[in-house]
């Protein structure tokens, strides 16, 4: 079965500081994987998705970056954070075409200080 | 691209009362509509999901409906639980290109004892 990891859980940064949230997955290959950020209260915002090794597609120009640098990794960067960047930052794979399901991995709660 | 709008954003039932949240989308080439119940502080977790050739599909107390033609889909929560609070999100995508799904804003469940 597939399976998401991420880290870290929790993380407390100063404004300014940079950024870097990792995602692997298990029990796929060739997924679509997805960076979505959840503010306090809110709904589900896409930042970033990619369809392969190096492809990577932005949603909302901002601070943030994204990387795929292997198939199961996906890497979500800043140079500088923003008290605006703090929320719960999600990563989400979905299987190939034909297997719609998409799964969250556990979350990050990043809180910019 | 895909809008969705989700109402009502706030329902308080009395456990035992039926539930019942709706979704309309904009774009006619969507045809996946999952839905995702999210508890504090937790990852969003598939409940149920249609495509766009079913008109309903049923899970024991969980059952959603699509209209294509109105482009709205609703979950309908029979028999509650106080275990069913939480927020519920729909969301639509397509099975071509990014395939990400947008959500809508949420709703906020409480069955009361």
């Known amino acids: 079965s597939q399976t998401i990891h991420q880290w870290p859980a929790t993380l407390v940064q100063p404004v300014g500081s940079p950024l870097s949230l990792e995602c692997t997955v298990e029990?796929?290959?060739?997924?679509?994987l997805y960076w979505y950020r959840q503010a306090a209260g809110r709904g589900l915002q896409l930042l970033f998705y990619s369809v392969g090794i190096g492809q990577i597609s932005s949603e909302v120009p901002q601070n943030l970056s994204a990387s795929r640098p292997q198939d199961r990794q996906f890497i979500l960067s800043s140079k500088k954070l923003l008290l605006s960047d703090s929320g719960f930052y999600l990563c989400a794979l979905r299987g190939p075409t034909g297997a719609d399901t998409q799964y969250f991995g556990p979350g990050t709660r990043l809180t910019v200080l | 691209g895909e809008n969705v709008e989700q109402h009502p954003s706030t329902l308080s039932v009395q456990e035992g009362d039926s539930a019942v949240i709706k979704c309309t989308y904009s774009d006619s080439a969507s045809n996946y509509f999952p839905w995702y119940k999210q508890e504090l502080g937790k990852r969003p977790q598939l409940i149920i999901d249609?495509?766009?050739?079913?008109g309903e599909k049923k899970d024991q107390r969980i059952a959603v409906t699509l209209n294509k033609t109105a482009k709205h889909f609703s979950l309908h929560i029979t028999e509650t639980q106080p275990e069913d609070s939480a927020v519920y999100f729909c969301?639509?995508?397509?099975?071509?290109?990014?395939?990400?799904?947008?959500f809508g804003s949420g709703t906020r469940l409480q069955v009361q004892p």
């Open positions: 249609i495509r766009s050739n079913v």
């Open positions: 969301a639509a995508s397509r099975n071509t290109g990014r395939r990400a799904l947008t």
């Open positions: 029990g796929t290959s060739n997924p679509n």
